[in-house]
Every structure is written in C-alpha cells, then in structure tokens.
C-alpha cells in the first residue's frame, strides 16, 4: 500500500513545467520559513497544487488527476505543510 502511494506521489510530479511550478513553490516556502510568513506558505502551497493542475490539464491522464491523488498528498506532502505551518505560527 505505502509502495503505490508513494508511486503515485512520484506520478504527480512528471513534466518539467510542472517542475519548474514545484520549485517556485517551494522557494516561495523557503521564503516563508525565512520570513515567518503565513502567507507565503500557503503561497508556496498553492503554487505547488497548480502545478499539479498544470499537469493533469495538458495530459488528461487519470493518474495526475489532483483530486485522484489525494491519499499521495496526505501521506507524504501534508505532513511537511504542517509542520511548516505550525513552524511559522510558533516562530513568530
């Protein structure tokens, strides 16, 4: 079960515009951790799931569907965004 998520995971982040969208979020994240910047983490968060739209719009493939990969996400992205979040919130 951890394998396919994970694979999944991986799936999701195929393209180099996508990528490309994937290193400004989390440079944008970085600078949210910099800055304590509430704001720019979920900036960076939201950069990063519209790379994840980029991709399924230009391949309409099932398997890069955001909303198929959800199980992906909160096993292996989720916990990241949070411990950022609450980083930011108890750094400030």
């Known amino acids: 079960m951890f394998k396919k998520y994970f694979q999944q995971f991986v799936d999701f982040h ?8 994937h290193l ?4 944008l994240l970085g600078l949210a951790i910099i800055e304590k910047s509430l704001l720019l983490v979920f900036v960076g968060g ?3 799931e519209l790379g994840h739209i980029y991709q399924y719009a230009k391949t309409k493939k099932q398997s890069v569907n955001p909303l198929h990969g959800l199980k ?10 949070v411990l ?9």
């Open 72 to 81: 992906g996400q909160s096993l292996f992205a989720l916990p990241f965004f």
């Open 24 to 27: 400004v979020g989390f440079a």
């Open 46 to 48: 939201l950069t990063q």
């Open 14 to 21: 195929e393209g180099t515009v996508n990528k490309i969208i």
């Open 84 to 92: 950022i979040v609450l980083y930011v919130l108890l750094a400030k």
